[in-house]
């Protein structure tokens, strides 16, 4: 898998701790081992441009996902195409507000927007409450597994 980072936020990621996360949910979901996705971490006035730009929505926002391939999670027994799966933006700045809300830190939080960002671009969406079940379910599980995971290591 290809994971590519950029940190142009100017707030400290931890980057290793990014691609072992995004390696996870992409081999977790079957997903074929030379896929691409690019992860982005901008300030708050370059994702609020993307925010009006894209979503017609004002204001900074946590994450922003941009499917390329539209590829969908494989299974056990058939992986996706290899493909460019997309590109997913975090806000570190917003991230830091909504982690402090939550009561954890900051890499937790990008964690979650991460996780939330990739299944987005692999076509999960939270429209309606059944679809926000599933997507919402799914992340809370991969990110369970990712720390039990992490703390093996």
Known sequence: MSVEINNESGIEVEVGRVQRL??????????????????????EASIERLHVQWMDEPGPTDVLSFPMDELRPGRVDAQTPAGLLGDIVICPQVAEVQAEAAGHDLQQEISVLLTHGMLHVLGYDHGTPEEEAEMFGLQRDLLLSFAMRERSR
């Open 22 to 43: 995004a390696a996870f949910v992409l081999e977790s979901l079957y997903v074929h081992p030379e896929t691409e996705v690019g992860v982005m971490f901008v300030d």
